[in-house]
């Protein structure tokens, strides 16, 4: 029979308790902050983690061994996102490129960084169609249930006790629902799943185990097939803990059933996690597609929250700059939250607003702090860098300004002038009007303060008309800056 209640206490009850404590975006940050461990390295008040685990879910994102060097990355991987995937480190080609010659080298890496970060991690993945090595697609049917074993074994044996979950199986089927051909439906037929299951269950017995696919996120015929597998093992007593939607999204395109395929689920005893999530368009971006995605985003994260035994959302790759989307999908790309030099998108800002931060709503203007009572001018000065990163029709710009004078500033108004053509869309970490000309960034309630030889970031996006220069003339609290 299934199985109708969850296996681990749910965390519907954390997301409740907490949700009295999120009634303003700074209790949750609060709230957050207290809940994360010691020694937690990087991670941020208002990240998308902090926000996400006061929320009673995750965050996660996922990287490759490559990615380790990019210092940009890896800030961003280490501050906003509380679980971890190895894109490529888990997968059989790389953990066993010869009949038992195991490697875990790569994927002992990824794990390496994520515990450094007090991360979760997802074991991705034993058993899967694709990036199979030579010898397992041509090997004899006889001995590809031993084979599959032997590396269920000795993978989910390796990783044992460190990984949330292990997708053990991922894309067992066709989009009509039929299952996949492959080695393991080839030589074993639909038992594969069960047996791979099992197997793994018995390798690691403190994973969540999960089946994962693409396209199943709405109702539809290849969900339905999920969903029909997903009863009969559960019914059967299988061990299968949760479903990955992958949701390898096209903007504009979220399935507007995700939420209801979700329960449907769920209702079987099951977790459910969004395992993979990207939302890709046609390149080059503009400010309405961003705007679009920003959107989507937000949809698949308030569905996640919305959804009991929704446990958390997973975003395929870091930013635009990594993401596999390019390479797979030709003219395709800019799927992620942050743009190629890992500043974040609307789409960011949007899903902090889906997870009940405020900081950076960019629309409606986010509340600033009482308009700041500027500090008497004298002792005050200031630097100021401006970056911005444009595209054919917007730009994001990071701004930093120092603290350069004697006094510390309490509540802070810098006024800078943008380039004709540019009209700002969205700010983060300060609330900016009006949005073109002479402009006016003011801090929040949490970054107001700026300590002599302390600086504070914020920053916008704009659509331009040409001029993507950065803003000028800048002064803080009515005191002219210097470039930094
Ligand atoms: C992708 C990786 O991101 C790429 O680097 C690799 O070349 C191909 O695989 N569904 C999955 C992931 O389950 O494993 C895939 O990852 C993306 C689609």
Redesign the pocket.
């Known amino acids: 029979m299934p199985v109708r209640t969850f296996r681990t206490p749910h965390p519907r009850r954390s997301r409740r308790a907490l949700g009295a404590l999120a009634a303003s975006a700074t209790a949750a940050v609060v709230a957050a902050a207290t809940l994360l461990p010691a020694g937690q390295a990087g991670a941020v008040a208002g990240s998308l983690r902090t926000l996400a685990e006061a929320k009673g879910v995750y965050f996660g994102t996922?990287i490759?061994q490559g990615d380790l060097n990019n210092a940009a990355l890896t800030t961003v991987a280490g501050a906003q996102f509380g679980m971890l995937t190895p894109?490529?480190e888990m997968?059989w080609e790389t953990v066993e490129p010869s009949p038992g010659g195991f490697d875990f080298g790569p994927g002992d890496r990824i794990v390496a960084f994520g515990q450094a970060h007090a991360m979760k991690l997802r074991g991705?993945?034993l058993v899967?169609h694709?990036?199979l090595p030579a010898w397992m697609n041509n090997l004899p049917g006889s001995q590809v249930q031993a084979a599959m074993r032997n590396h269920i074994i000795a993978t989910a044996g390796h990783y044992k006790g460190k990984l949330y979950s292990w997708?053990v199986v991922?894309?067992p089927f066709n989009e009509n629902g039929t299952f996949r051909d492959d080695p393991f439906h080839r030589a074993m037929g639909s038992g594969y799943v069960a047996d791979a299951l099992r197997t793994a269950k018995a390798a690691d017995p403190g994973a969540k185990l999960y089946l994962?696919d693409?396209n199943i996120e709405g109702l539809n015929a290849k969900s339905d097939a999920m969903y029909d597998l997903a009863k009969s093992l559960r019914s059967q007593g299988v061990p299968l803990d949760g479903v990955g939607f992958?949701a390898?999204f096209v903007v504009g395109q979220v399935p507007s059933s995700l939420k209801a395929n979700l329960e449907r689920f769920t209702a079987l005893g099951l977790e459910v996690a969004i395992t993979?999530l990207d939302d890709r368009m046609q390149l080059p971006p503009d400010s309405g597609k961003l705007a679009q995605q920003a959107r989507d985003y937000a949809s698949v994260v308030t569905t996640c929250l919305a959804v009991r035994g929704c446990v958390g959302l997973t975003q395929?790759?870091v930013g635009d700059a990594d993401s596999?989307i390019p390479?797979?999908f030709p003219g395709e790309g800019a799927g992620t939250m942050y743009d190629n030099a890992y500043q974040p998108k609307p789409a960011y800002h949007a899903s902090v607003d889906a997870l009940g931060g405020s900081a950076s709503n960019p629309s409606p203007s986010p509340t600033p702090t009482p308009t700041p009572t500027p500090n008497p001018t004298d002792g005050v000065a200031c630097a100021v860098t401006a970056e911005p990163n444009a595209w054919n029709t917007g730009l994001t710009e990071n701004v930093t300004v120092t603290n350069s004078g004697s006094r510390a500033v309490n509540g802070w108004a810098l006024s800078f002038t943008l380039p004709a053509g540019q009209t700002i869309t969205g700010a983060w970490n300060a609330a900016v009007v009006p949005a073109a000309g002479r402009v006016t960034a003011r801090s929040l309630g949490y970054n107001g303060t700026i300590a002599p030889g302390g600086s504070v970031s914020f920053g916008f996006q704009a659509s331009h008309t040409g001029n993507a220069g950065p803003a000028g003339q800048f002064s803080l609290n009515g005191v002219a800056c210097s470039a930094a």
Request: net charge negative.
């Open positions: 996922a490759g894109t490529n997968k991705h993945t899967w694709s990036q997708d991922n894309e994962n693409y992958q390898h993979e395929w790759d596999w390479g797979t």
